[in-house]
């Protein structure tokens, strides 16, 4: 049972980078069956899809932001990082960690099946 | 993109009653590989994450009730709880996986009458 819990500052000021991490347990985020993604939910808003990141580096992005967001992963650490660079007001919402599970034979995804509790990040000066 | 549409924005049904959510994609989440659709629900209750219900559109999660179902294919999908319980007003989002980027509904916002 993979357990993903987010963290990271909740303030962050206009035109600075968000940064967020996310940590894994009850798995290996180096597993071959999961993508390790972000999703955002601005408040009483509903879902945005920010990107996925698979261990061995392969990155998809939301082409809506996909200038600027970084997701990385660190196997050392069982974590994968969310960084959003230029943030504005409209940047705050509560950011989710997400994974799902991944058919590396066939080359494609599944639901959403683990999701962190989410974590809200205001950008205000 | 593919564009994710839910219909009614939110509906409210007495207890025990039926309640039916429609998700529309803006073209086929079919998949020639497997004959699946890429088509997920989620329940989302005030100040909690997202919760999988439904996947390939019709197959509930370990530990959903039964009284959740899903059907549809191709571009049209349903999502019914044959007997509405207290516990399941919240928010529902249909998703779809077939292509990133992943987008989900607009949202259904499910009450008690």
């Known amino acids: 049972q993979l357990q993903l819990q987010e963290s990271g500052p909740g303030l962050v000021k206009p035109s600075e980078t968000l940064s967020l991490t996310c940590t894994v347990s009850g798995g290996s985020i180096s597993s071959r069956s999961y993508y390790w993604g972000w999703v955002r939910q601005p408040p009483g808003k509903g879902l945005e899809w920010i990107g996925s990141m698979y261990y061995s580096g392969s990155t998809y992005y939301n082409s809506s932001l996909k200038s600027r967001v970084t997701i990385s992963v660190d196997t050392s650490k069982n974590q994968f990082s969310l960084k959003l660079t230029s943030v504005t007001a409209a940047d705050t919402a509560v950011y989710f960690c997400a994974s799902c599970a991944y058919d590396y034979l066939w080359g494609t995804f599944s639901a959403f099946d683990y999701w962190g509790q989410g974590t809200l990040v205001t950008v205000s000066s | 993109d593919i564009v994710m549409t839910q219909s009614p924005d939110s509906l409210a049904v007495s207890l025990g009653e039926r309640a039916t959510i429609n998700c529309k994609s803006s073209?086929?989440?079919?998949?020639?590989?497997?004959?699946?659709?890429?088509l997920a629900w989620y329940q989302q209750k005030l100040g909690q994450p997202p919760k999988l219900l439904i996947y390939w559109a019709s197959t509930r999660e370990s530990g959903v009730p039964d009284r959740f179902s899903g059907s549809g294919s191709g571009t049209d999908f349903t999502l019914t709880i044959s007997s509405l319980q207290a516990e399941d007003v919240a928010v529902y989002y249909c998703?779809?996986?077939?292509?990133?980027?992943?987008?989900f509904g607009p949202g259904t916002k499910v009450d008690i009458k």
């Open positions: 073209q086929s989440v079919l998949h020639s590989s497997n004959n699946k659709n890429f």
């Open positions: 998703q779809q996986y077939y292509t990133t980027p992943f987008t």
